[in-house]
């Protein structure tokens, strides 16, 4: 599986804000989409899953486009948003059969997968619980128990550990790690960069709407000629470049 972007243009209306984008995401790793706010990160991640058309350039999975087979493309695909969104006349039960449904995915061996996460995550006494009686962490667990009981070639996560407690930023972590062994693709969008650094393969660091470097954390500290620094010190390099 290989997520390609190529010369990506894309924005809201006429304005671009990501210009000229190209990188890949391969099956069994993680990359880190890094950068800073405003940087393009949500609006590439928006055109990869079809939220927003692209400008011009063009995304594919495994060569698919999604004017191709919108439906074939988007099950391909898991998605963690940053902020959680959730259906309030639906119980947490109904969220995962939902999910179900829109994945075409069988029933028992998912609800076996699917009952495992919720255990994981503490939620397997909550399966009749609407969201209005969810915190911002636990719906942000639900996001990701809808997202990690699929069987997607491709998981893209944004800012995943906003509001999740320490428990459960490892349990995540653990997952990524268990998916991408089993050959998922994933991209992860943070600002929280010692888990970035520590659980990505490789980084894409975007600035003002371009990338600015691709690579392993050693091809990037080449490239800023730093040999010294991690992450978070190319992060700063870079936000204070024109």
């Given at each position: 599986?290989?997520?390609?972007?190529?010369n990506l243009t894309g924005g809201y209306g006429r304005l671009p804000v990501i210009k000229n984008?190209?990188?890949?995401?391969?099956?069994?790793e993680t990359v880190g989409l890094?950068?800073?706010?405003?940087a393009g990160k949500s609006t590439t991640i928006k055109n990869i899953i079809g939220l927003l058309q692209p400008q011009s350039g063009s995304?594919?999975?495994?060569?698919?486009?999604l004017k191709d087979d919108i439906t074939k493309y988007r099950q391909q695909i898991a998605y963690v948003p940053e902020l959680p969104v959730?259906?309030?006349?639906?119980?947490?039960?109904?969220?995962?059969?939902?999910?179900?449904?829109?994945?075409?995915?069988?029933?028992?061996?998912?609800?076996?997968?699917?009952?495992?996460l919720?255990?994981?995550f503490r939620l397997a006494d909550k399966l009749d619980w609407f969201p209005i009686n969810f915190s911002k962490g636990m719906k942000q667990k639900v996001m990701i128990v809808c997202a990690f009981m699929t069987t997607a070639k491709l998981y893209i996560i944004d800012e995943p550990f906003t509001g999740?407690?320490?428990?459960?930023?490892r349990d995540l972590l653990a997952l990524i790690k268990e998916k991408k062994s089993h050959g998922a693709a994933i991209l992860m969008s943070t600002h929280i960069l010692a888990n970035a650094e520590q659980n990505a393969d490789r980084f894409v660091l975007l600035n003002h709407g371009k990338v600015r470097a691709e690579g392993s954390l050693d091809q990037l500290k080449t490239k800023f000629g730093t040999q010294d620094a991690n992450l978070d010190d190319l992060y700063v390099q870079m936000s204070q470049e024109d």
């Open positions: 599986m290989t997520l390609k972007v190529d984008e190209s990188f890949t995401v391969k099956a069994g890094i950068g800073l706010n405003g995304i594919t999975i495994d060569g698919l486009r959730l259906y309030p006349e639906l119980t947490l039960r109904e969220h995962i059969e939902v999910t179900m449904m829109a994945y075409d995915l069988p029933k028992e061996a998912t609800w076996q997968q699917a009952n495992e919720l255990k994981t999740l407690d320490p428990l459960a930023v």
